[in-house]
Structure formats: C-alpha cells, structure tokens
T-cell receptor, first 114, second 113 residues
Framework: DGGITQSPKYLFRKEGQNVTLSCEQN?????MYWYRQDPGQGLRLIYY???????QKGDIAEGYSVSREKKESFPLTVTSAQKNPTAFYLC?????????????FGNGTRLTVT | GQQLNQSPQSMFIQEGEDVSMNCTSS?????WLWYKQDPGEGPVLLIA?????ELTSNGRLTAQFGITRKDSFLNISASIPSDVGIYFC?????????????FGKGTKLSVKP
C-alpha cells in the first residue's frame, strides 16, 4: 500500500537538543512538505521540496532545517534555535508542479520539548 | 499575505443533522480543498475543487467553489458520529507550486452531549 510514513509518533526531547523527524513516502511523488500544527491553528508551512536536492523555506522556517537527498525521504531537524518547538508536525507529498494534485499527509509526529 | 477565515470555529452536532461550514478570503484562489483530521492523525482529503462555481459531492459531503473565487463551503448531510473531527479548508493560488497553499484554522465538529 502506498503512503507516507512519519516516525516516531511521539518524541520527547530536552531543551537545547536538536531532534530529527523522519518522513518517508512510497507514492513516487516529487514534492514533499513539512507543516507545523498548533492547537486551534491551521497548518503552517515550514519547508517544502519540489525535487531532490532542492528545497524552499515556507512561512515559518526559522529554527528548522531539512534535506532532500532521496526522492522518498524528507527529514526535518528541529534545532535548538527554534524557540517554541513543542507541536504536532505533519509531512505531506504531492505530484510536483501540478495544481490538481492535492497533498497527501502522513499521520504526524508529536514533539514535546521540556 | 494570504489569509483564510474559516467558520464556525466549532460546532456540536446531533446525529442526523445537516452541517455547514465555510471559508472566505479577500484573495482569489485557483483551487479549494477540504480535509478532515481525526485526533492524532494527518488530514485526509475529502473534496477538491478546481473551477469557480463548481459543486462537487462525495457521499454525504457537498462542497462548492464560490463564483468570486474567494470562498468555498462544505455541507455534510444527515451527520453520523464518525463525522466528528476537525475540518480544514485550504486555498491555493498561482497554480503550479504547492508552496502557494494556505489552510484555514479548522472547524471542530463534536457530538452534542
């Protein structure tokens, strides 16, 4: 079954530590995205990548970094510079450059930093 | 920047009731999408709209792309308990890039106690 896998489901870290969230897809989608979701808020775009070895900042990229070395994988690192990292993080993918290719989402990683 | 106003923020439903929610913006969009999110999971696409005036159904769900391209609504008929969740609208502009996609803050559907 094709889909998007995010791991782990829950992640706990101490303040000041970097942490990397995994996202893998087997949908053969070119484009991948990371969103952040806070309670009562919509989804806010952190980074997106339309092709391997290329990525763009979204609306709230500060304190985050990404890499896109393989088509299937788009890991997100939450650095110690992110001032409020506790949130629900969602990874998504779509066919590149096609306006009628909606996003498909993974089931998210809930990060708690104390 | 682009902004979407989604309303209502929350609502309580009784089984069998019809439900209506909408998204409005001062900006024009080329695509409207409606997603549903269950607790602890990622959003799932319900309906996609690509043309002004388009009315599309998916089972008991019906959504419309406003003629001005600045709004969209979603109706759920004869609601059932599994309709509970958070519904998000999303609008996309400029075609092509999925970086040009913005989400509303969601409508939370709960069951009346």
């Amino acid at each position: 079954d094709g889909g998007i896998t995010q791991s782990p489901k829950y992640l706990f870290r101490k303040e000041g530590q970097n942490v990397t969230l995994s996202c893998e897809q087997n949908l053969n989608h070119d484009a991948m995205y990371w969103y952040r979701q806070d309670p009562g808020q919509g989804l806010r775009l952190i980074y997106y990548s339309q092709i391997v070895n290329d990525f763009q900042k979204g609306d709230i990229a500060e304190g985050y970094s990404v890499s896109r070395e393989k088509k299937e994988s788009f890991p997100l690192t939450v650095t110690s510079a992110q001032k409020n990292p506790t949130a629900f993080y969602l990874c998504a993918s779509s066919t590149r450059g096609s306006y009628n290719s909606p996003l498909h989402f993974g089931n998210g990683t809930r990060l708690t930093v104390t | 920047g682009q902004q979407l106003n989604q309303s209502p923020q929350s609502m309580f439903i009784q089984e069998g009731e019809d439900v209506s929610m909408n998204c409005t913006s001062s900006s024009i969009f080329n695509t409207w999408l409606w997603y549903k999110q269950d607790p602890g999971e990622g959003p799932v696409l319900l309906i996609a709209l690509y043309k002004a005036g388009e009315l599309t159904s998916n089972g008991r769900l019906t959504a419309q792309f406003g003629i001005t391209r600045k709004d969209s609504f979603l109706n759920i008929s004869a609601s059932i308990p599994s309709d509970v969740g958070i519904y998000f609208c999303a609008g996309q502009w400029d075609g092509g890039s999925q970086g040009n996609l913005i989400f509303g803050k969601g409508t939370k559907l709960s069951v009346k106690p």
